[in-house]
């Protein structure tokens, strides 16, 4: 079955982000296929480079980071969520003459297109947070 | 090229007006949904109905009101906007208290229009 998987919330704050990642790793060991990942709203915080988490805890940013290179995931940052909560890409701190980008290479930035796209062509949504 | 797949998507908005981004949210969910010509159901229950009253002056904590973009929804081909009709009756508001014109629901209604949605987004 194809799913795709809107996050809506930050990571360590609530359990939201923690059970759409566990979710999207049992999608795939049962064999299943995830069209596309959509960080949207408080969600895109998932996607920072730049965090720093304590020893004896789990990096959700790592954890989403190296799902969607080990899977080669599509996953889309929702523009409008991402650029007002400091989450850019190297093209957008150019663009808007910004210091720093933290957002992975293998994560675009997109609209709510690329999310109406994912309900047309997936058999499940479901949304996390 | 195949033709356009069209799903239908209800979206529940349950929280109120401000305080928190779920009804803004779920506004511009719905135009952009409706912007890519799918079949929009969009359900206001629970606390989500305050969004609908009539009046509202929220320039005094420096937010905005979505009644002109809750107007603006037919333009947008959203025809019907549905209220679950018990939770009206729960925060004792009729449809007169509204800005808009609505379709109101009952409970199964309401059941029915999530069951036999491709997509639901609750809000």
């Known amino acids: 079955m194809k799913f795709s998987i809107v996050i809506h919330s930050a990571p360590y704050a609530s359990e939201g982000a923690s059970s759409a990642l566990r979710f999207c790793q049992a999608v795939l060991a049962e064999g299943h296929e995830i069209y596309r990942l959509f960080f949207f709203r408080d969600g895109v915080h998932n996607l920072t480079r730049l965090a720093v988490v304590a020893q004896d805890e789990t990096s959700l940013q790592d954890a989403w980071e190296e799902l969607i290179r080990e899977h080669r995931l599509d996953a889309v940052a929702c523009v409008t969520s991402a650029l007002k909560r400091g989450i850019i890409d190297s093209q957008e701190a150019n663009r808007y003459d910004k210091a720093a980008s933290n957002l992975s290479e293998l994560v675009s930035i997109s609209g709510l297109g690329q999310l109406v796209d994912a309900v047309q062509n997936s058999d499940r949504v479901l949304n996390f947070g | ?123």
């Open chain 2, 1 to 123: 090229m195949p033709a356009p797949v069209r799903k239908s998507f209800t979206f529940l908005s349950r929280h109120a007006p401000y305080g928190r981004d779920n009804a803004q949210i779920c506004l511009e969910l719905v135009l952009a949904t409706a912007v890519y010509e799918q079949t929009v159901n969009y359900l206001f229950m629970d606390d989500g109905v305050y969004q609908l009253v009539d009046s509202q002056q929220p320039r005094t904590i420096h937010n905005k009101t979505l009644s002109a973009n809750l107007q603006a929804l037919s333009l947008y081909g959203v025809e019907t906007v549905y209220v679950d009709s018990e939770s009206l009756r729960q925060r004792r508001l009729s449809i007169d208290d509204l800005v808009i014109q609505v379709q109101l629901l009952s409970d199964d209604e309401v059941t029915a229009m999530i069951r036999t949605a491709d997509v639901v987004f609750p809000l």
